[in-house]
C-alpha cells in the first residue's frame, strides 16, 4: 500500500493518481488517518504552502509522529514542501522541521536572480528547470541526466551534509532540489506534474526497497 499523506494541503489527488497510472498493481490510498499512514509499505508526502503551517497541520491531525516513524523504516519520497519539511527550520517561520536532515531551508535571493546578459529572474521559481543528478539512485533509474522537470517554490534546502544532496538545479545559481538518505527521497520539483521524466521517478518510487545505489 502506497499512502499519500493528506494534511491539507498540497496537490493531493494530482500525486495520487500518477502514482496509479504509473503502479496499476499498487493501492494507493490518500489519508490524513495516522493509523493508516503507519501501516503503509510506502509513504508519499506531498505539500504546497510554508513550513510553519504544514507542521502545524501535521500537529493538529496526529500525522507528525506517524510520519516521523515511517522515515525510519520505508521507503519514503518527499515532493515540495514534503522536501523542506525533512530538514531542521526555515525561513518562513519559527517553527521547526522534522529535522530528519540537517540544515535549513532559504528563500531565493531577490539580489541574486540575475542572469549575466542582465535579465531579473522572477521569485517563486514557476515552470521547467534541467536537473543534474548528483549520483547514481535507483530513482533516477531510466531517467536521463538534465532532465526537465516542473518547479513552483520560492525557498530551497541547504543541507548540512553534501553526501545527502542527489540532484541539482540552476537559478541563476545552483540549489539542491533532490536530497536521499538511506529510504528517504525527496525533490523539489513536482514529479506528478513533469510529464515522462516525473512518472519515470514515480513508477521507479513504487518499484523502490528503499535501499539506496
Same mark, same amino acid.
Given at each position: 500500500?502506497? /499512502?499519500?499523506?493528506?494534511?491539507? %494541503? +498540497?496537490?493531493?489527488?494530482?500525486?495520487?493518481?500518477?502514482?496509479?497510472?504509473?503502479?496499476?498493481?499498487? #493501492?494507493?490510498?490518500?489519508?490524513?488517518?495516522?493509523?493508516?499512514?503507519?501501516?503503509?509499505?510506502?509513504?508519499?508526502?506531498?505539500?504546497?504552502?510554508? %513550513?510553519?503551517?504544514?507542521?502545524?497541520?501535521?500537529?493538529?491531525?496526529?500525522?507528525?509522529?506517524?510520519? #516521523?516513524?515511517? =522515515?525510519?523504516?520505508?521507503?519514503?519520497?518527499?515532493?515540495?514542501? +514534503?522536501?523542506?519539511?525533512?530538514?531542521?527550520?526555515?525561513?518562513?517561520?519559527?517553527?521547526?522541521?522534522? +529535522? /530528519?536532515?540537517?540544515?535549513?531551508?532559504?528563500?531565493?535571493?531577490?539580489?541574486?536572480?540575475?542572469?549575466?546578459?542582465? $535579465?531579473? =529572474?522572477?521569485?517563486?521559481?514557476?515552470?521547467?528547470?534541467?536537473?543534474?543528478?548528483?549520483?547514481?539512485?535507483?530513482?533516477?533509474?531510466?531517467?536521463?541526466?538534465?532532465?526537465?522537470?516542473?518547479?513552483?517554490?520560492?525557498?530551497?534546502?541547504?543541507?548540512?551534509?553534501?553526501?545527502?544532496?542527489?540532484?541539482?538545479?540552476?537559478?541563476? &545559481?545552483?540549489?539542491?532540489?533532490?536530497?536521499? #538518505?538511506?529510504?528517504?527521497?525527496?525533490?523539489?520539483?513536482?514529479? $506528478?506534474?513533469?510529464?515522462?521524466?516525473?512518472?519515470?521517478?514515480?513508477?521507479?518510487? &513504487?518499484?523502490?526497497?528503499?535501499?539506496?545505489?
Amino acid at each position: 500500500m502506497i /499512502v499519500v499523506v493528506d494534511y491539507g %494541503m +498540497g496537490n493531493l489527488r494530482s500525486v495520487a493518481k500518477a502514482l496509479a497510472h504509473v503502479a496499476p498493481g499498487a #493501492r494507493v490510498v490518500v489519508s490524513g488517518d495516522a493509523r493508516v499512514v503507519r501501516e503503509a509499505d510506502r509513504v508519499v508526502l506531498p505539500g504546497q504552502s510554508a %513550513m510553519p503551517d504544514c507542521m502545524a497541520a501535521l500537529a493538529a491531525g496526529g500525522l507528525d509522529a506517524a510520519v #516521523r516513524e515511517t =522515515l525510519r523504516d520505508r521507503p519514503f519520497l518527499g515532493v515540495c514542501l +514534503g522536501l523542506q519539511v525533512l530538514f531542521d527550520a526555515s525561513e518562513e517561520g519559527p517553527a521547526a522541521g522534522l +529535522g /530528519v536532515l540537517p540544515g535549513r531551508v532559504v528563500r531565493f535571493d531577490p539580489d541574486a536572480m540575475q542572469l549575466p546578459g542582465g $535579465e531579473r =529572474l522572477k521569485v517563486p521559481h514557476m515552470g521547467w528547470n534541467r536537473v543534474r543528478q548528483a549520483r547514481p539512485h535507483p530513482l533516477w533509474a531510466g531517467i536521463p541526466d538534465d532532465a526537465r522537470f516542473y518547479f513552483a517554490h520560492s525557498y530551497y534546502p541547504v543541507p548540512d551534509d553534501r553526501a545527502v544532496v542527489a540532484g541539482t538545479a540552476s537559478y541563476p &545559481a545552483p540549489f539542491t532540489c533532490a536530497v536521499a #538518505r538511506d529510504n528517504i527521497f525527496a525533490v523539489q520539483f513536482h514529479p $506528478e506534474k513533469s510529464h515522462r521524466a516525473g512518472l519515470a521517478l514515480l513508477a521507479n518510487f &513504487a518499484r523502490w526497497d528503499g535501499r539506496g545505489a
